[in-house]
């Protein structure tokens, strides 16, 4: 493969991952602002969340990369797309963790004391549900990367995109 070729390679999977996870966090960001609009609140994030979307989009395409262990290719497939998540999940955690506790070092003194304001804040709960609702755009990701190396780029998106085949009636 030439640099251009590969170039082209990385710009389109950086792409597509980042265009499926600004699909999740728009759509989170559009329930936060649903729900929030109840309340006479208004919220914008848009910017925010397509960000979001690069950044995870590129550090899930590189740890991709990473190798689970030899272990990990002698089981079923789905334990590798739940290690993923998991560890994917734990590293999304801590750095919305440390974002929380970065903005709370101005009115607590010290590491310990700024991690213990960001789960007293009224926003630890958004650390959870943003936790939440990322770590299931990872464990549909990782699914389908599974499935995608199964089956191939083509086919998987001929799944998605040729029609159903017809109902078959059940025996009886």
């Known amino acids: ?41 208004e919220f914008s994030g848009l910017f925010k969340a397509l960000v979001g979307a690069l950044v995870v989009g590129k550090v899930v395409l590189v740890l991709e990369h990473v190798h689970l262990g030899s272990w990990v290719f002698r089981q079923p497939a789905w334990l590798s797309v739940v290690l993923r998540t998991v560890l994917y999940t734990a590293g999304i955690f801590l750095v919305l963790l440390g974002e929380k506790m970065f903005h709370e070092r101005h009115e607590h003194d010290g590491f310990g004391a700024s ?58």
């Not at 989170?28 to 609009?37: E, F, G, Q, S």
């Not at 650390?127 to 191939?152: D, E, P």
């Open 1 to 41: 493969m030439s640099f251009r070729d590969k170039a082209i390679h990385e710009f389109k999977s950086v792409l597509l991952a980042t265009l499926f996870f600004a699909a999740w966090f728009e759509a989170m960001v559009v329930l936060k602002t649903l729900i929030l609009a109840g309340y006479q609140v």
């Open 115 to 172: 991690l213990v304001g960001a789960f007293e804040s009224a926003n630890a709960n958004e650390v959870w549900a943003k936790t939440i609702c990322v770590s299931w755009a990872l464990l549909v990701f990782n699914g389908l990367t599974v499935a995608r190396q199964r089956l191939g780029s083509a086919a998987l998106l001929g799944l998605f995109t040729a029609p159903l085949p017809p109902e078959s009636k059940p025996a009886g």
